[in-house]
């Protein structure tokens, strides 16, 4: 156990320097699968400093047992939450979208994920109402679909993604699912990298979030765009894990980061 005399790691390796919270890059976007308020003190005190977004998967916050004392404990470490996407594509097919914003403010959640990759939505009607919410949330809109034969042509992505953020969006999402078997992901999780390398000509990499479930696709998105790409639906037992690949503290990005000291 590291004692209060021990020098930090920073002091004697050259590592790339990491953004602190609140970001704007390098974000983590965790995903709360229906973890015990124990388990959330426990990401907490292992990796607070390395969590800047939590989203309670899919549906879950409807189902979990725990939900208010939850959120009061992300809420005591600051950390802000958002629910999944997918409860949102409900709620607009029931027509139930402002139960869902009724429900946001009883309990105290300032952030929404407006998604399409389950749903058919048109695009019009995703603008207004990212438009919408954005006027008393901070909007996370996703782009890409969830089923993995579906195959868009980056021009698409681009000019979804642009409409998201053009519409209020604070971050676009680019959709991998839990698996990372979809959307920015070939179904055996390959990258598909000429897609990537569009969206980086055409967008600000630091206005997306890609989701990178895998340990090899946060390696291959840190290289290519750096150690601060926002990355997203990330496991909490891998959140640490994570961070040694962005500081080149782990050997799939070590020729990456981390210098040789022979300058």
Not at 49 to 77: C, F, M, Q
Request: with cysteine; hydrophobic share 45%; charged share 30%.
């Amino acid at each position: 156990m590291a004692r209060a005399s021990d020098p930090p790691i920073t002091t004697f390796l050259d590592i790339p320097e990491r953004s602190v919270k609140p970001r704007e890059r390098g974000l983590t976007h965790v995903i709360d699968r229906g973890l015990s308020v124990a388990a959330v003190d426990g990401l907490m005190e292992t990796a607070g400093d390395s969590v800047d977004i939590v989203k309670l998967g899919w549906g879950t916050a409807v189902v979990t047992g725990n939900l208010k004392p939850k959120l009061e404990r992300y809420a005591a470490h600051g950390v802000p939450v958002v629910l999944g996407g997918t409860l949102t594509e409900v709620a607009i097919r029931q027509g139930k979208v402002d139960g869902l914003v009724r429900w946001l403010h009883e309990l105290g959640l300032r952030h929404v994920e407006v998604s399409d990759g389950t749903i058919e939505l048109e695009a019009d009607v995703k603008r207004e109402l990212i438009a919408r919410l954005a006027e008393e949330f901070t909007v996370l809109a996703e782009v890409g679909s969830k089923d993995a034969q579906a195959i868009m042509a980056p021009y698409v992505w681009i000019e979804r993604i642009k409409a998201d953020l053009e519409a209020g969006a604070w971050k676009v999402i680019a959709e991998a699912r839990e698996s990372g078997t979809a959307g920015i992901f070939r179904a055996d999780g390959e990258v598909r990298s000429g897609l990537i390398d569009e969206i980086a000509h055409a967008i600000d990499s630091e206005r997306m979030i890609f989701e990178a479930p895998r340990r090899d696709q946060q390696a291959w998105l840190l290289s290519f765009f750096g150690s601060n790409c926002n990355l997203g639906n990330i496991a909490p037992d891998e959140v640490l894990s994570l961070e040694t690949l962005r500081l080149g503290l782990r050997s799939e990005t070590v020729e990456r980061f981390a210098r040789d000291g022979r300058d």
